[in-house]
């Protein structure tokens, strides 16, 4: 089917197809730098991410460099339509030395943050609370030694500050996500004890001033790890109720609820005491897996809310998924253009009727609209959007992303 005759389809229905295709076309989406080599990072070549998250697989090609992620991140976003954004761990430095963690500064991101001037995108941030030595109990920030809380809350302000000098020096604010790995395996009796540690010690990195037109601080909370099966300290409720409190912005994992939870539904909730949110996009499997994301129910009906909820202008989307079984640099492709496949069919509702019928308690027709709409031709909108910004679709796509692998397949 033409573009032509899929604007009309959809005209008829009231929707735009232009508006549509505008909005999508503003709508950055942070790429996660940990899908290029299975959250390794560049401190060690050879460690264990730790902290209950797990790549599976050896698929051949990861990158073992900066050089080599820069690389397979540039090739990602030519096979995406559209500007996006890295997002990067502080394990990724790029620097001769390896600075311990409460050593990390600006300068050893320094190429980082050339490499997206150079491409005019914007950078986000991670400190990373896990994969070393300090960690390895799962309690960093809830430690119950207060030398190991303060070292962390050390590498978490140098986090803030190289973050707010990235989103200084790129022009753009730089969001910098919290998340630490603390819990515990088995039943604890204090509980309480432990979530005061965590927030004190948030308190305490979070207190030197940053200003928020260079820097944006998130906290993710979490409902279990493998090896944390029995608490994880910094829970929803603790992380709603501490974004509530101080201002910051909410981070919701797709990963990180009960499995039969999905995020659709709070996005509108916490949105009324929390004044931006963070996502990370991901697909749990069993458990908080981290598969590819899908064009699957769970994405279209979180894109749906953003758009019903108009909850666009303050959410920032980031992905969290990382499987090492497939072509990683395919996967960053499949994954993001699966995002913004989500918003675009989103963005092709006709909310206007869906709202009235829903109002009227006209249930019928709500379901009956929706489930027809399902015959839209939504892939003839994403191809044009695709075309307009030059970027292949189907077995032209299918071909770049094996030409790709291929080319990188013989890295050891
Ligand atoms: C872990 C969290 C966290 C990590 C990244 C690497 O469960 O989802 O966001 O995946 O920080
Ligand atoms: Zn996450």
Redesign the pocket.
């Known amino acids: 089917m033409t573009y032509e005759t899929a604007k009309a389809a959809f005209a008829d229905w009231g929707v735009d197809t232009e508006a549509a295709l505008d909005r999508l076309k503003t709508i950055p989406i942070s790429m996660?730098c940990?899908q290029g080599d299975d959250?390794v990072g560049f401190e060690q070549q050879t460690g264990t991410?730790g902290?209950?998250?797990q790549a599976t697989g050896n698929h051949p090609g990861r990158a073992r460099t900066p050089d080599e992620l820069r690389a397979d991140a540039e090739f990602a976003y030519s096979m995406i339509p559209g500007k996006h954004r890295f997002n990067l761990?502080a394990m990724y430095l790029d620097t001769d030395k390896t600075p311990d963690r409460d050593e990390i500064e600006f300068a050893h991101f320094a190429p980082w943050v050339d490499w997206a001037r150079g491409l005019g995108i914007g950078l986000d941030f991670?400190p990373?609370f896990?994969a070393h030595a300090k960690a390895d109990d799962n309690l960093t920030l809830s430690h119950p030694n207060a030398g190991i809380r303060d070292f962390w809350i050390e590498h978490g302000r140098r986090s803030r500050d190289i973050a707010a000098q990235m989103g200084a020096t790129l022009g753009a604010p730089c969001v910098n996500?919290i998340?630490v790995?603390d819990g515990y395996k088995d039943t604890p009796v204090d509980r309480m004890s432990a979530r005061r540690r965590l927030e004190a010690s948030l308190d305490a990195m979070l207190e030197p001033p940053q200003d928020k037109v260079h820097m944006l601080d998130a906290v993710?909370s979490?409902l279990f790890?493998i090896g944390v099966e029995a608490c994880t300290v910094g829970s929803h409720e603790f992380y709603f109720g501490y974004a509530s409190r101080k201002g910051t912005l909410l981070?919701l994992?797709m990963?990180?609820f009960h499995p039969t939870e999905n995020i659709a539904d709070k996005l509108s909730a916490v949105s009324l005491s929390v004044d931006e949110i963070l996502l990370?996009v991901?697909r749990p499997m069993r458990w908080?897996s981290?598969h590819v994301i899908l064009l699957n129910d769970d994405i279209l009906q979180m894109a749906q809310e953003l758009v019903s909820a108009d909850l666009l202008g303050r959410t920032h989307i980031g992905l969290?998924f990382?499987d090492a079984t497939i072509s990683r640099t395919a996967a960053w492709v499949i994954g993001t253009r699966n995002m913004q496949k989500a918003l675009l069919r989103a963005l092709l509702m006709p909310l206007d009727q869906l709202k009235t019928a829903e109002d009227g308690l006209n249930f019928t027709t709500r379901l009956s609209v929706t489930e027809e709409f399902k015959d839209m031709p939504f892939g003839a909108v994403w191809d044009e959007f695709s075309k307009r910004a030059e970027v292949p679709n189907g077995q032209a796509l299918i071909r770049e992303l094996d030409r790709y692998q291929k080319s990188v397949s013989d890295r050891g």
């Open positions: 996660h940990w959250v991410s902290g209950g998250i761990h991670n990373t896990f996500n998340w790995p993710e979490k790890g981070c994992d990963g990180h990370h991901s908080d981290d969290d990382f």
